[in-house]
């Protein structure tokens, strides 16, 4: 499986990013899609995860309320829509698909959020 992701950037506080991931490869494996993201000197942390059949969702307390995870089954993509972002959301974001047994990475795309 291989997770190509697209969509960050610098944005200034209180504004909006999405960020998307595209699968490809044995992707019938996957049964979740989700984001994660480390801030320099932190651990990488989860954001928000989905499901790829029943679309159940998982959310860091963090980003409650101002992130949305989604999917589109049909061509096995993943999108994040980031509101109200905020200087401590600056951070790669790394795109994770969880199969059975494994999990694959995306390359990581940086979001930037200035005060």
């Known amino acids: 499986v291989q997770l190509v992701e697209s969509g960050g950037g610098l944005v200034q506080a209180g504004g909006s990013l999405t960020l998307s991931c595209a699968a490809s490869?044995?992707?019938?494996?996957?049964?979740?899609l989700g984001w994660y993201r480390q801030a320099p000197g932190k651990e990488r942390e989860l954001v928000a995860i989905?499901?790829?059949?029943?679309?159940?969702?998982h959310y860091a307390d963090s980003v409650k309320g101002r992130f949305t995870i989604s999917r589109d089954k049909a061509k096995n993509m993943t999108t994040l829509q980031m509101n109200s972002l905020k200087a401590e959301d600056t951070a790669v974001y790394y795109c994770?698909?969880?199969?059975w047994g494994t999990g694959y990475w995306g390359q990581g795309t940086q979001v930037t959020v200035s005060a």
């Open positions: 994770y698909a969880l199969g």
């Open positions: 490869g044995s992707t019938f494996s996957i049964y979740a």
């Open positions: 989905i499901t790829t059949g029943g679309g159940v969702t």
